[in-house]
Structures are given as C-alpha cells and as structure tokens.
C-alpha cells in the first residue's frame, strides 16, 4: 500500500465539456476527501479545477493550490486550505511536481496534457517513480494510449516505461489502483537498449 498523504492533479479549466467529466470530477474529490489525501492542483476555479477544489474541500479534505501572479491577478478564486503563489509557470509545475505522492491526469486540454506527458517522461529518465493515474471518463485517454503504443510498436518507447500509467474509468477504483501499485524505478542508463530512449 503505497503512502498517500498528498496527490498532484492536473485537469481542464474549460466550462464547455460534458455533465458527465464533471460527475466523474465531484466525485473523485469526495472519494479523496474521504481517504484525508491532500490534492494539490493548479490553483484555478473553473471546469474541472474548480469543481475538484470544491469537491474536496465540501467533503472535509484539503486543497493546496500553486498559481502564477500573472494568473493570481486576472482571475477569480477558491477559499482553498492553503494558496501559493509563484512568479513563473515553470515554477508552478516544479512545486506541483515535488508536491505530490502521486498523479492524476483528468481530462483537460493542451496544458494538462503537457504536464502530464511531462511527468511521464521524469519517470523515464529516474527522477521519480510515482504512480500516474489517468481518470479515463468517456473513455478520454484512449487516443493518447493509442499513440503510446504506436511509439512502442515503432520502437520510440519501450513497453516497460508505461509501468506508471493506471487508466481507470470510475475515480474510486483509480484511486484504488494508485494506493496499490508500487511502480518500479527504473534505470535507463543501465538498459542495454538505451537507444529506446527519451
């Protein structure tokens, strides 16, 4: 059983998408809540980021919030536990990523999909090796899978880094599968095949 005192997430801002991801959302947050796992996001309070920051935090838990001042200063907020403000993204993304015992990739547009393609490839190259939870809603991620196993099949990515990868459709059995997994940390520079790579 893996320690999980924090959890990192990345998710969407827009207001636009199905009933059904923000469901999915409100009810990850209870099940987070109620296990006293802290999230940690990105700070913002619409689409999916707010309703995960109100989830918890209607349901008892906490929430910690990393935002950039330029973001802070335009931009509506959330009564969170606790609010960090930083001067650049790149600042957000490293705090958010140290923060956190684990990961959740939520649905959400281009910017979640960087963070969580770039946590990914730290687990790649032995700066981590924490569980990666993808809450798969309507089936969200089976594109990004599908590429994933493309590089595979195209020898850009062996099969043994998508270890830290737990797609899951309902949020209580994700959460679940990340207390449980233990991912194993890989070595890279050690594999005969290094050329399998970044």
């Known amino acids: 059983m893996n320690k999980l005192n924090k959890i990192t997430v990345f998710c969407g801002s827009s207001e636009a998408v199905d009933k059904e991801y923000f469901t999915d959302v409100e009810q990850l947050g209870q099940v987070l809540a109620e296990n006293k796992i802290e999230v940690i996001y990105g700070g913002g309070n619409l689409g999916l980021m707010g309703a995960l920051a109100r989830s918890v935090l209607h349901h008892g838990g906490k929430v910690t919030g ?96 998508l270890e830290p990868l737990l797609k899951e459709n309902n949020p209580s059995k994700l959460v679940v599968r990340i207390q449980t997994h233990t991912v194993p940390l890989m070595n890279k520079w050690k594999q005969d095949d290094i050329g399998d790579r970044i």
Do not use: C
């Open 66 to 161: 990393i935002i950039p001042r330029k973001i802070y200063e335009n931009v509506a907020h959330i009564e969170l536990s606790k609010l960090i403000i930083v001067d650049t993204m790149h600042e957000r993304k490293a705090k958010m990523y140290e923060s956190g015992d684990a990961f959740i990739a939520l649905p959400g547009g281009i910017g979640t999909l960087e963070e969580l393609t770039e946590i990914f490839t730290w687990y790649q190259l032995e700066y981590h090796n924490k569980p990666i939870g993808l809450l798969n809603t309507k089936n969200y991620y089976a594109p990004f899978y599908t590429m994933l196993e493309h590089m595979v099949t195209e020898s850009f990515l062996h099969k043994r880094y």
